[in-house]
């Protein structure tokens, strides 16, 4: 399994897991059964998931409970990423508030709920368009100055956010929706991949069309015994060094499925294939 140094945290395995879906449907309230979520954590620690990723949003709250439940303490070499910055009214609804003192507390309740001292990686969730962008990056700063946190990222930004964002604190990590079909976020990747800045991409599986019958996802999969799944993640840790992704699932299953990729090496032709086909 291929490793990436983010700055600030050392070293991780470069495919990760996500606890979002470690929650109820709409990632809203309880999993339909708390221990197949805690067993799911900690299965994906024995593969070799070193890089975890959640939120305060996720639940809310549900998902960081877990992870604490089934991980703490934590190994010395598991990372724990959360975000703040999204606020939950219902399932699949999803509001962003930026202002210094919610950060704040945000940042006070998820080391609670992690049960731990410092956040390994902080990240905003969302920037808010409704409170100025310098409250918003100097709070980051500040949080990382104090040493509530060790390490901060962005998600769901341009270019020019994070180059504005770094201004005020280093950047180690982006998270933007990137995949098989949905490539928009190309030049932040790229920018990523230029400057050492880990890459998560989120919804990291979704191959749409492209895993139908007879479609490139599909004919890889065949010809490497593998599912469209573990093509679309193979696929992805091929694209970039500084890739980390970080699939999501409640199911020990899945989840096994999911880590396999990490061995899965596509030839280039295939590579090109898949390149071409968004």
């Known amino acids: 399994?291929?490793?990436?140094?983010?700055?600030?945290?050392?070293?991780?395995?470069?495919?990760?897991?996500?606890?979002?879906?470690?929650?109820?449907?709409?990632?809203?309230?309880?999993?339909?059964?708390?221990?197949?979520?805690?067993?799911?954590?900690?299965?994906?620690?024995?593969?070799?998931?070193?890089?975890?990723?959640?939120?305060?949003?996720?639940?809310?709250?549900?998902?960081?409970?877990?992870?604490?439940?089934?991980?703490?303490?934590?190994?010395?070499?598991?990372?724990?990423?959360t975000k703040a910055g999204l606020v939950r009214t219902g399932p699949d609804e999803w509001w962003p508030v930026g202002r210094r003192e919610y950060l704040q507390q945000q940042v006070e309740m998820s080391l609670r709920r992690l049960r731990t001292d410092v956040l390994d990686l902080f990240q905003l969730h969302r920037i808010d368009a409704k409170t100025p962008r310098e409250e918003q990056f100097e709070t980051l700063a500040q949080l990382r100055e104090d040493g509530k946190v060790r390490a901060v990222g962005l998600s769901q930004v341009s270019v020019a956010d994070i180059e504005e964002a770094q201004r005020y604190v280093p950047v180690v990590t982006v998270q933007n929706r990137y995949n098989l079909v949905d490539r928009s976020s190309a030049d932040v990747l790229d920018y990523c991949t230029e400057h050492g800045i880990g890459f998560i991409p989120w919804a990291p599986v979704d191959a749409g069309e492209l895993a139908a019958q007879d479609g490139p996802v599909a004919r890889a999969a065949q010809a490497y015994d593998a599912t469209p799944a573990q093509v679309a993640l193979a696929w992805l840790l091929q694209t970039s060094p500084v890739m980390l992704p970080i699939p999501g699932t409640g199911s020990v299953a899945h989840l096994e499925e999911n880590m396999a990729a990490a061995d899965l090496v596509l030839d280039a032709e295939t590579v090109a294939e898949l390149d071409a086909a968004a």
Not at 12 to 23: C, D, E, H, P, S
Not at 29 to 37: I, M, Q, T, Y
């Open 1 to 81: 399994m291929s490793t990436f140094d983010i700055e600030g945290l050392g070293t991780v395995n470069r495919l990760g897991f996500g606890a979002m879906r470690l929650t109820g449907p709409g990632i809203w309230g309880e999993p339909a059964d708390r221990e197949v979520a805690r067993t799911v954590a900690r299965r994906a620690v024995e593969l070799g998931a070193d890089f975890i990723d959640t939120a305060d949003s996720y639940g809310p709250y549900v998902s960081e409970e877990i992870l604490a439940e089934a991980l703490a303490p934590y190994d010395s070499g598991v990372r724990i990423a």
